[in-house]
């Protein structure tokens, strides 16, 4: 997976989890609409591990924010 595409894949999934409901969005929801947005199938193991990390890294941003 190229920078590129890694780059492109972050921006749209922090765009999609800005905008969504987190008590209802899943992984799973996430990269189904990355995929949409993007026009790229992301249901290999890499992309799907990237996508974690992703959620994850974003996660960690919003909980500290919350505690500053």
Known sequence: MGL???ERIEKTVRKILEESD???MTE???RKQ???ELNLDLSDPPF???ICYVVESFLEQQQQEELE
Do not use: D, L, R, V
Request: aromatic fraction near 6%.
């Open 22 to 24: 987190m008590e209802k």
């Open 48 to 50: 799907k591990a990237f």
């Open 28 to 30: 799973h929801k996430i």
């Open 34 to 36: 990355a995929s949409a």
């Open 4 to 6: 590129k595409i890694q």
